[in-house]
């Protein structure tokens, strides 16, 4: 069964305190790892799509690395725009139609 | 284009009830699913569809069902609504179901089963 755990739970920075967020998956053929970022009140926004271990994305102030084992997001300087629950998920050869998520990482970060 | 619709936003139904959630897709996408998202369990498939008149099951699919007729639209039906159907539900399609497209989220629909 393919599992996403994602940590930490929460997360409170200050604006300007770089960290990371972390998504190991325990998957048989991993298709895709994706990032999502959603706001309150709101549906999850597509952010990074990484295929294969090595693999790094930019956007802004957040980059997404990939491991055979784990992805992590990491954010550099973060303003309080960034603050939301970034979400992971991935799909796999044995799931190709569909998507597993873990349940999040709640980002507050403080100005 | 408007992307994702989804109707209603909040929504309280009594037990035993039926309604339909509607969702509605302008980007010509082939994929389409729904999701709930409870808290602490993260975003979890109910079903999805990979055309017109093509749906099949996802990880949790019992006392819903759905239906393709169209390529924009996908809509949710809850049979006869139970309390831990209270949820919030979300809508997505993608361009295809090839692996490596990533899906466009709706605004989500908050319901209540009292």
């Known amino acids: 069964e393919d599992q996403v755990t994602q940590s930490p739970e929460a997360l409170r920075l200050q604006e300007g305190e770089s960290s990371s967020l972390n998504c190991s998956y325990t998957v048989s053929g991993l298709r895709g790892l994706f990032w999502y970022r959603q706001d309150p009140g709101k549906g999850p926004e597509f952010l990074f799509t990484l295929y294969s271990a090595g693999e790094e994305k930019e956007k802004e102030r957040l980059k997404a690395t990939l491991t055979k084992k784990e992805s992590f997001l990491h954010i550099t300087a973060p303003k309080p725009e960034d603050s939301a629950t970034y979400l992971c998920a991935v799909r796999t050869s044995g799931s190709a139609r569909q998507l597993t998520f873990g349940s999040g990482t709640q980002l507050t970060v403080l100005p | 284009n408007a992307g994702v619709t989804q109707t209603p936003k909040f929504q309280v139904l009594k037990t035993g009830q039926s309604m339909t959630l509607q969702c509605a897709q302008d980007m010509n996408h082939e994929y389409m699913s729904w999701y709930r998202q409870d808290p602490g369990m993260g975003l979890r498939l109910i079903h999805y569809?990979?055309?017109?008149?093509?749906?099949d099951q996802g990880e949790v699919p019992n006392g819903y069902n759905v239906s393709r007729s169209t390529t924009e639209d996908f809509p949710l039906r809850l049979l006869s609504a139970a309390p831990s159907q209270t949820s919030v539900y979300f809508c997505?399609?993608?361009?295809?179901?090839?692996?490596?497209?990533?899906?466009?989220f709706g605004p989500g629909t908050r319901l209540t089963v009292l």
């Open positions: 569809s990979v055309g017109a008149g093509i749906t």
């Open positions: 997505a399609s993608g361009r295809t179901f090839s692996s490596y497209n990533e899906q466009f």
